[in-house]
Structure formats: C-alpha cells, structure tokens
T-cell receptor, first 111, second 113 residues
C-alpha cells in the first residue's frame, strides 16, 4: 500500500466548474500538507501549504485537511482553462522535511 | 528572486554510460533535494542535503547514483552506469532551513536508450 493515494484522473470539467481534488494517506505522522501544480514539461509549483488540520483559502483555491480521516482536499472555484495541469498532493512528518508525493491527478478544464 | 536552476534540460544517453546533472538552488536555501519523477508518477526523493551534509539518502541507489553538494550551494547528481529504468525527470528542489516548503526547478529529462 502506498503511503499517499491519489486518483490519477484525468478529470475533465467545463470552464467555471468547481473542482475537487483529493488524497488519502496512511502515515499518521504526517503534519505538513501541500498541493503542487505541474504543467507539462515543467517542475512542480507550490500552490497551497497547510499545517495540521483545518482549511486554508487563497483566491480561487481552498485546501482542507482532515487528519482524523487521513484525507486532504483541494477545491478550485471558477475553474479556468489555464488550470489544466497535473495536481500533486505532498506531505511530510515533523522532523523529516522531505515530502512524500501522491501520483498526481490530471485536470482538464474545457473552454 | 531567481528560482532553482537546473541543467541540462534534456539528455539522451545509451545504457551503461554515465551522466551528471547540475543544480543551483535559490539563494539562501540551506536545504536541497533531488527527486526522481517517472512518467505518470509523483516525484520520489533520492537525497536530501542540509547545507553540505546528507540528511536522507535512504532511497538513493548507491551502487550507481551519487550526489554531492560542495560548499553548501550547488549540487551535482551522477548516474554511472545508467540503466533503461533510470529514464525519468530529475528534479532539484530547495527550501529554507527548518521549513517543509520545497521550490522546484524545471527538471532534467533523461532518456536512456
């Protein structure tokens, strides 16, 4: 069993839709949670960073962490064609700063 | 602020040959990571440096991979000899000491034929 599970997609939505991306994990020591966006042939770009449980909002993006369920989500409101990319969840435990990544979900926003 | 710089962007080599990748992290970042990303998968940690010391190299195939970070700034990752399964994107990332956020470079796409 992988430490971090993520549905690979692809997920196809119309422009303006609300997108929900999710990851589950098995390691209860994870405390830091991140979402990265990766365009084709580019490096991952940090989108959202959350410590422990709770919600964080930044513009059209909202990250949620539910540690009791070992489940994290990223919501994108008013999705745009420019949001079409692969979204990677990543997490780490305190004291071990390297990130463990999910396999990524490919998102396509249709104009 | 300049981002993480990596070179080369692309490399094609034959199996059993050697190859080296270079990374220049964001100025002031003490932590440097090398990740391997195979097509369709998420990045997997190869090695983590704090300044010029190794923090974690537990997933580095040490019989063929080596990495160094002299003077605590630039880093090189070497593969010798390369295998077909080493075909992947090699990503370098850096971060501030004591933090978890990692900022990635564009990566080096390696094809072993």
């Amino acid at each position: 069993q992988k430490e971090v599970e993520q549905d690979p997609g692809p997920l196809s939505v119309p422009e303006g839709a609300i997108v929900s991306l999710n990851c589950t994990y098995s390691n209860s020591a994870f405390q830091y949670f991140m979402w990265y966006r990766q365009y084709s042939r580019k490096g991952p770009e940090l989108l959202m960073y959350t410590y422990s449980s709770g919600n964080k909002e930044d513009g059209r993006f909202t990250a949620q962490v539910d540690k009791s369920s070992k489940y994290i989500s990223l919501f994108i409101r008013d999705s745009q064609p420019s949001d079409s990319a692969t979204y990677l969840c990543a997490m780490s435990a305190a004291g071990r700063r390297a990130l463990t990544f999910g396999s990524g979900t490919r998102l396509q926003v249709q104009p | 602020e300049a981002g993480v710089a990596q070179s080369p962007r692309y490399k094609i080599i034959e199996k059993r040959q050697s190859v080296a990748f270079w990374c220049n992290p964001i100025s002031g970042h003490a932590t440097l990571y090398w990740y391997q990303q195979i097509l369709g998968q998420g990045p997997k940690l190869l090695i983590q440096f704090q300044n010029n010391g190794v923090v974690d190299d537990s997933q580095l195939p040490k019989d063929r991979f080596s990495a160094e970070r002299l003077k605590g700034v630039d880093s090189t990752l070497k593969i010798q000899p390369a295998k077909l399964e080493d075909s992947a994107v090699y990503l370098c990332a850096s971060g501030w000491a004591g933090t978890t956020e990692a900022f990635f470079g564009q990566g080096t796409r390696l094809t072993v034929v």
